[in-house]
């Protein structure tokens, strides 16, 4: 079975600041790992992903999230935290190999104050 | 471009009727998808996972019968909530996946039956 933990409900930063939102996962395989964002009363925008390569891996506005296999972790960082950066975000994780479907953490709010 | 957009964005209904919701993808055709539903501050659940032509996958636990799936194209799926009651109001998220790659989302449909 697969999983996803996101440690924290929520995560507070100052504008400006950087901000770190963290995951970690376990599945049987090699995992494809995701995150997105979700912001009230709306769907879930897809933000970045980690298939193969690069352990470092650059999404939309500016987010980028680095998987690290031996910690089995997948933390979203960016630089500099922007007021609209508020919103609820979640990790995903899916076994790469054959049919499987996503599985998700339970969420964790941003806040980025002025 | 991988663009879902979800009709209705919000729905009202009374007791006992039924209620069709529709995704489609709009620039690329989806061989595969999803349905999820999002009780308030907490994470996706997945409904049922349905490929263009065939019978939908119903997670355990969801009534395949109260809840009809059809995916009657490669752009377009509808989930009916048949006979809807009170305890079937929440947040009605599909996605759509091209040969099993990235899940992009719609917007959401918001269900409330009185």
């Known amino acids: 079975a697969q999983s996803v933990a996101q440690p924290e409900d929520q995560v507070n930063v100052a504008e400006g600041n950087p901000l770190t939102v963290k995951c970690t996962y376990s599945?049987?395989?090699?995992?494809?790992l995701f995150w997105y964002v979700q912001y009230p009363n709306r769907g879930l925008q897809f933000l970045l992903k980690y298939i193969t390569g690069d352990n470092l891996v650059k999404g939309s506005y500016g987010f980028e999230a680095e998987f690290n296999k031996s910690q089995t972790s997948f933390h979203l960082k960016k630089p500099s935290a922007l007021v609209s950066d508020s919103a609820l975000y979640f990790c995903?994780?899916?076994?790469?190999?054959?049919?499987?479907?996503?599985?998700f953490g339970k969420g964790t709010m941003l806040l980025v104050s002025p | 471009g991988a663009v879902v957009s979800q009709h209705p964005s919000w729905v009202i209904c009374k007791s006992g009727t039924s209620v069709k919701i529709e995704c489609r993808s709009l620039?690329?055709?989806?061989?595969?998808m999803f349905w999820y539903r999002q009780f308030p501050k907490q994470s996706l659940m997945l409904m049922a996972t349905s490929n263009e032509g065939s019978k939908a996958t119903y997670e355990q636990g969801v009534e395949k019968d109260k809840f009809l799936i059809n995916h009657a194209s490669l752009t377009l799926s509808t989930l009916t909530v048949t006979s809807a009651h009170p305890e079937d109001s929440s947040f009605y998220i599909c996605?759509?996946?091209?040969?099993?790659?990235?899940?992009?989302f719609g917007p959401g449909t918001r269900l409330l039956v009185l």
């Open positions: 620039d690329f055709q989806a061989t595969t």
């Open positions: 995903a994780v899916r076994e790469g190999s054959g049919y499987s479907t996503l599985t």
């Open positions: 996605s759509a996946s091209r040969q099993g790659e990235t899940q992009y």
């Open positions: 599945v049987s395989g090699n995992p494809y």
